[in-house]
């Protein structure tokens, strides 16, 4: 079974601010936290990863509150092209292993 | 960097043939490819992990005599849908690692239909 908890949906208007939660209270110490996307009809593509502080990169900033039991994806100018379902997972890093939960549908609407 | 093709992207076929699915890494030797299915509406599922030389590990529930797994090579992994049925239509998608890293990069995924 996945270890996050992400809601169903999401909306969020186009040029706004998009920001997903994620809970993952049972991580453990040696666990990442991962974000991926995956738009309809493709293959899953990487967004960020963090263990504990905050993360940015081109694509989104992460953050991860200090107890490490939430973190948030956040998408600074939401575009047309960012709807697409996201996926928050824990592993540990060097360890291949990925589970798949039902992931956020974040519907951007102009 | 990192770039995984898949052939094909779409596929349809007869229910009883078998149809082959292959799965390069382009630019990076992979020590490790993955294969998901995903159904409409479903997260992705791991149905197998194959090493480049030795047999493929399968999910519980997989059939290894039907979803033929072959990683000859570094760079290429394919998938052979034995006798399809029209519940193996689905979205596969493969995905590709190199050891010691443990990132996997994604293929675009292949939509098989069959009739």
């Known amino acids: 079974d996945a270890k996050t908890t992400q809601p169903p949906s999401m909306d969020c208007a186009e040029g706004r601010a998009a920001n997903l939660p994620c809970n993952h209270s049972?991580?453990?110490?040696?666990?990442?936290v991962y974000w991926y996307r995956q738009i309809h009809s493709q293959g899953p593509q990487y967004i960020i990863h963090?263990?504990?502080?905050?993360e940015t990169n081109e694509m989104a900033s992460l953050i991860i509150t200090e107890d490490r039991k939430s973190s948030t994806l956040i998408l600074p100018h939401a575009t047309l092209r960012d709807t697409a379902v996201y996926y928050c997972?824990?592993?540990?890093?060097?360890?291949?292993?990925?589970?798949w939960g039902a992931g956020t549908k974040l519907i951007i609407k102009p | 960097g990192a770039v995984v093709s898949q052939h094909p992207s779409r596929v349809i076929c007869k229910s009883g043939t078998s149809v082959k699915i292959e799965c390069r890494s382009l630019?990076?030797?992979?020590?490790?490819m993955f294969w998901y299915r995903q159904f409409p509406k479903q997260s992705l599922m791991l149905m197998a992990t194959?090493?480049?030389?030795?047999?493929?590990?399968?999910e519980q529930g997989v059939e290894k005599d039907k979803f033929l797994i072959n990683h000859a090579s570094l760079t290429l992994s394919t998938l052979t849908v034995t006798s399809a049925h029209p519940e193996d239509s689905s979205f596969y998608i493969c995905?590709?690692?190199?050891?010691?890293?443990?990132?996997?990069?994604f293929g675009p995924g292949t939509r098989l239909t069959v009739t």
């Open positions: 995905s590709a690692g190199v050891q010691g890293v443990g990132e996997q990069y």
């Open positions: 630019d990076f030797q992979a020590t490790t």
């Open positions: 194959s090493n480049e030389g030795s047999k493929a590990t399968y």
């Open positions: 049972t991580i453990s110490g040696n666990e990442y």
């Open positions: 963090g263990l504990k502080n905050n």
């Open positions: 997972i824990v592993r540990v890093d060097g360890n291949y292993q990925l589970i």
